[in-house]
């Protein structure tokens, strides 16, 4: 069995190499156990969930199933999406003077343990291992699962893997990474190749571009382009790398080095400037908040949950009822990511 299509298959690839270093065959994989799983790096319930059924599937009276599940034939034409995707280069720096270096076996075992660890980033932000080629690593954020802030995913995601390869310990090497991120309308989905060169493929210029921008990246660096910029806001502090020349790519391109996350208050403002575009349509929940807000001031205490789907406009909302109270005296502390805002405002205490 070839456990490497099996992963694919269940949209797990970024698991390969663990299964592959731990010797994971088709002989052994059906008596794997969620503390195997563990071991293996399978961090995530809903991976480890996945993993399990399929598992058990493996020992039913129903190999047809299985079979059709993981075949390597590509689906039709019509199972490609049309979808806006982060696309993540990663590669290791120096991987061609390590070779001449190293013994084959211990290249290996280093390679080895760059994979996983750059794996277990992309696990731990919901993003998608695409594929292993050599010391480099194809991510997507956005497919097969989206998030609403996938940019900003991506980003961490970079700088995490950054942090991660740098901190191995293994033949006393040290060990440097290099990324570039490019977001953009691509077409993904269709399968390629077969047995472990088999991959979900990416149509769009956005690879290409994500591919320069790693090749642009110093190491421990991330490089981003202007689309990625305009997603993740003022999350992170850059240096500008002004328009750059890019092999393959028509003009100049603007690109930015991601240097650390930004210490921000409010990644409503952080994501959206301090410009924001006139409110339409809330006036009966300002109208509501300014009434509790009255009765606050008159000693009365209030609480108020703002709630709702995320995009639906929770933080504009609070955003607004704290430029009505510009001028009032009042204390403020904002909490929230994205799914979560909680603003809290009080009077001064009387003297």
Request: charged residues 25%.
């Given at each position: 069995?070839?456990?490497?299509?099996?992963?694919?298959?269940?949209?797990?690839?970024?698991?390969?190499?663990?299964?592959?270093?731990?010797?994971?065959?088709?002989?052994?994989?059906?008596?794997?156990?969620?503390?195997?799983?563990?071991?293996?790096?399978?961090?995530?319930?809903?991976?480890?969930?996945?993993?399990?059924?399929?598992?058990?599937?493996?020992?039913?009276?129903?190999?047809?199933?299985?079979?059709?599940?993981?075949?390597?034939?590509?689906?039709?034409?019509?199972?490609?999406?049309?979808?806006?995707?982060?696309?993540?280069?990663?590669?290791?720096?120096?991987?061609?003077?390590?070779?001449?270096?190293?013994?084959?076996?211990?290249?290996?075992?280093?390679?080895?343990?760059?994979?996983?660890?750059?794996?277990?980033?992309?696990?731990?932000?919901?993003?998608?291992?695409?594929?292993?080629?050599?010391?480099?690593?194809?991510?997507?954020?956005?497919?097969?699962?989206?998030?609403?802030?996938?940019?900003?995913?991506?980003?961490?995601?970079?700088?995490?893997?950054?942090?991660?390869?740098?901190?191995?310990?293994?033949?006393?090497?040290?060990?440097?990474?290099?990324?570039?991120?490019?977001?953009?309308?691509?077409?993904?989905?269709?399968?390629?190749?077969?047995?472990?060169?088999?991959?979900?493929?990416?149509?769009?210029?956005?690879?290409?571009?994500?591919?320069?921008?790693?090749?642009?990246?110093?190491?421990?660096?991330?490089?981003?382009?202007?689309?990625?910029?305009?997603?993740?806001?003022?999350?992170?502090?850059?240096?500008?790398?002004?328009?750059?020349?890019?092999?393959?790519?028509?003009?100049?391109?603007?690109?930015?080095?991601?240097?650390?996350?930004?210490?921000?208050?409010?990644?409503?403002?952080?994501?959206?400037?301090?410009?924001?575009?006139?409110?339409?349509?809330?006036?009966?929940?300002?109208?509501?908040?300014?009434?509790?807000?009255?009765?606050?001031?008159?000693?009365?205490?209030?609480?108020?949950?703002?709630?709702?789907e995320p995009g639906l406009g929770k933080s504009r909302i609070t955003a607004a009822l704290a430029e009505r109270l510009h001028g009032e005296p009042h204390l403020r502390g904002v909490h929230g990511r994205g799914r979560e805002i909680q603003v809290t405002d009080r009077t001064e205490p009387p003297a």
């Amino acid at each position: 069995m070839d456990v490497v299509a099996w992963l694919r298959g269940l949209g797990l690839g970024q698991y390969e190499a663990a299964f592959r270093d731990n010797a994971i065959d088709g002989t052994v994989l059906p008596s794997l156990t969620a503390e195997d799983l563990r071991d293996l790096g399978v961090t995530l319930v809903g991976h480890r969930r996945r993993l399990l059924d399929a598992i058990t599937a493996l020992g039913a009276d129903a190999p047809t199933a299985v079979v059709a599940r993981v075949s390597p034939v590509a689906p039709a034409p019509a199972d490609a999406e049309r979808r806006q995707l982060m696309v993540m280069f990663c590669d290791l720096v120096g991987s061609t003077a390590l070779s001449a270096r190293l013994d084959p076996e211990d290249l290996r075992e280093v390679i080895a343990v760059y994979h996983r660890a750059v794996a277990q980033i992309i696990a731990g932000l919901d993003g998608f291992v695409a594929k292993y080629m050599g010391d480099g690593v194809l991510i997507y954020f956005g497919y097969p699962q989206a998030h609403e802030d996938d940019a900003e995913r991506a980003v961490r995601a970079g700088l995490g893997v950054i942090e991660a390869v740098g901190r191995l310990d293994i033949k006393s090497l040290t060990l440097q990474a290099r990324v570039g991120i490019a977001t953009g309308l691509v077409v993904v989905g269709d399968l390629i190749g077969e047995g472990s060169a088999q991959e979900q493929s990416v149509v769009g210029e956005t690879p290409n571009l994500a591919a320069r921008l790693q090749a642009l990246a110093e190491p421990d660096a991330v490089v981003i382009a202007a689309a990625t910029r305009r997603l993740v806001g003022d999350l992170f502090e850059y240096r500008d790398l002004g328009a750059v020349e890019l092999k393959g790519v028509a003009g100049l391109v603007p690109a930015w080095q991601v240097l650390r996350q930004s210490v921000v208050a409010s990644r409503f403002e952080a994501l959206r400037g301090s410009a924001l575009t006139r409110l339409i349509g809330r006036d009966e929940e300002i109208d509501l908040l300014l009434r509790r807000w009255a009765r606050a001031k008159a000693g009365n205490g209030q609480v108020v949950l703002v709630s709702g789907e995320p995009g639906l406009g929770k933080s504009r909302i609070t955003a607004a009822l704290a430029e009505r109270l510009h001028g009032e005296p009042h204390l403020r502390g904002v909490h929230g990511r994205g799914r979560e805002i909680q603003v809290t405002d009080r009077t001064e205490p009387p003297a």
